[in-house]
């Protein structure tokens, strides 16, 4: 860690916490896409049809 960061930290201790919430982000995001990458084809036309399948009617009143 670098001396400014080093002395910026040391000055608030609370700009820890965005820091730790960007690398959950991070970590999420990449999980995301990893399963994506690695997703079968027949899998992603499956959640691509999910709009286009017909909705259950419903009485209209």
Same mark, same amino acid.
């Given at each position: 860690?670098?001396?400014?960061?080093?002395?910026?930290?040391?000055?608030?201790? +609370?700009?820890?916490?965005?820091?730790? *919430?960007? $690398?959950?982000?991070?970590?999420?995001?990449? @999980?995301?896409?990893?399963?994506?990458?690695?997703?079968? +084809?027949?899998?992603?036309?499956?959640? *691509?049809? $999910?709009?286009?399948?017909?909705?259950?009617? @419903?009485?209209?009143?």
């Amino acid at each position: 860690m670098s001396r400014f960061a080093a002395e910026l930290f040391a000055q608030s201790p +609370a700009l820890l916490y965005p820091l730790i *919430a960007l $690398i959950l982000f991070f970590v999420v995001f990449l @999980v995301v896409v990893i399963r994506v990458v690695r997703m079968k +084809a027949s899998e992603a036309d499956q959640y *691509a049809r $999910i709009p286009l399948e017909e909705e259950l009617e @419903v009485p209209h009143e």
